[in-house]
């Protein structure tokens, strides 16, 4: 039976191949111009509304300056950061913590929004987001972790489809044959010591999460799922590694062992700065 080649040196990378393979600034532009644009609408009424002298028009206008202003802060602190962090390479935990959560629940959707607007597509602006959430991971400053601090998440349309060797609740059922790119990376997390697990969906994938609390977690998937993931785990840093579908969606997807496996030994050799949280 013929099986893939090895991808060469040149076609893979750690977190840093994994972080160039979007262009980061779309997901930066089009949040920090829904920023801007409901700023200036909540200005726009402010402004028509206190031309009125009653006090409750009057309290109106000042909860939408308060509001304006509000999330002008949060847009800034959250898109400077992550500038700061991607132009510097520092790692910083600390920010990251703090930032994540106001960019993932806020300024993730409305980029999404604004980039409907212009024509620009979901998986495109999440695709985005991903490579700088790789990219702030990837940082400088870190310390190795230990294999068993790692868990992999794979998703189950990774398996070729008519193998009936079944390894969504054992991966350690798979034959290697080549079908596919599951026998690749479960050959190298077996060698390294690193938990692996095929994802049936959300559900699961958090139920692991919460029994395993990893201290960082790669994962394979399409852009709709690694950025719910992202927002289900909280502070747990996510390395995202984006599948392709030639054949369509959650249908015999793949991806290039490489870029997974490379990253798993870059963060046993430099780590991550995490803090294992409640999930």
Same mark, same amino acid.
């Given at each position: 039976?013929?099986?893939?080649?090895?991808?060469?040196?040149?076609?893979?990378?750690?977190?840093?191949?994994?972080?160039?393979? +979007?262009?980061?600034?779309? &997901?930066?532009?089009? =949040?920090?111009? #829904?920023?801007? /644009?409901?700023? *200036?609408? @909540? $200005?726009?009424?402010?402004?028509?509304?206190?031309?009125?002298?009653?006090?409750? +028009?009057?309290?109106?206008? &000042?909860?939408?300056? =308060?509001?304006? #202003?509000?999330? /002008?802060?949060? *847009?800034? @602190? $959250?898109?400077?950061?992550?500038?700061?962090?991607?132009?510097?390479?520092?790692?910083?935990?600390?920010?990251?913590?703090?930032?994540?959560?106001?960019?993932?629940?806020?300024?993730?959707?409305?980029?999404?929004?604004?980039?409907?607007?212009?024509?620009?597509?979901?998986?495109?602006?999440?695709?985005?987001?991903?490579?700088?959430?790789?990219?702030?991971?990837?940082?400088?400053?870190?310390?190795?972790?230990?294999?068993?601090?790692?868990?992999?998440?794979?998703?189950?349309?990774?398996?070729?489809?008519?193998?009936?060797?079944?390894?969504?609740?054992?991966?350690?059922?798979?034959?290697?044959?080549?079908?596919?790119?599951?026998?690749?990376?479960?050959?190298?997390?077996?060698?390294?010591?690193?938990?692996?697990?095929?994802?049936?969906?959300?559900?699961?994938?958090?139920r692991l999460v919460k029994e395993l609390r990893p201290k960082v977690i790669v994962a394979v998937a399409c852009e709709r799922e690694l950025?719910?993931?992202?927002?289900?785990?909280?502070?747990?840093?996510?390395?995202?590694?984006?599948?392709?579908?030639?054949?369509?969606?959650?249908?015999?997807?793949?991806?290039?062992?490489?870029?997974?496996?490379?990253?798993?030994?870059?963060?046993?050799?430099?780590?991550?700065?995490?803090?294992?949280?409640?999930?």
């Amino acid at each position: 039976m013929t099986t893939k080649p090895e991808p060469a040196e040149s076609e893979v990378g750690g977190l840093s191949a994994l972080s160039e393979g +979007r262009r980061k600034r779309i &997901f930066v532009q089009l =949040a920090a111009a #829904a920023a801007v /644009l409901i700023a *200036a609408i @909540l $200005s726009i009424l402010a402004f028509f509304m206190v031309r009125q002298a009653d006090l409750l +028009r009057g309290a109106l206008v &000042f909860l939408l300056q =308060a509001g304006t #202003a509000t999330l /002008l802060g949060i *847009a800034a @602190l $959250s898109l400077g950061a992550i500038v700061i962090l991607i132009v510097t390479g520092v790692h910083s935990g600390h920010w990251e913590r703090v930032v994540r959560p106001m960019v993932v629940r806020l300024m993730l959707p409305l980029a999404v929004g604004v980039g409907r607007l212009i024509g620009i597509s979901r998986d495109e602006v999440q695709g985005s987001f991903l490579s700088v959430n790789n990219a702030l991971i990837g940082g400088r400053g870190r310390t190795g972790l230990e294999a068993s601090e790692i868990l992999v998440l794979l998703p189950r349309c990774l398996q070729w489809a008519d193998c009936p060797h079944k390894v969504s609740q054992e991966v350690h059922r798979c034959q290697r044959c080549g079908r596919c790119s599951l026998g690749a990376i479960v050959e190298e997390t077996e060698s390294l010591g690193v938990a692996t697990f095929v994802s049936t969906g959300g559900t699961q994938a958090r139920r692991l999460v919460k029994e395993l609390r990893p201290k960082v977690i790669v994962a394979v998937a399409c852009e709709r799922e690694l950025t719910e993931g992202i927002r289900d785990v909280g502070n747990i840093p996510v390395v995202a590694v984006i599948n392709s579908r030639p054949e369509g969606p959650c249908f015999n997807t793949d991806v290039d062992p490489g870029c997974v496996t490379l990253a798993i030994r870059e963060l046993i050799e430099e780590g991550v700065d995490s803090e294992r949280v409640p999930v």
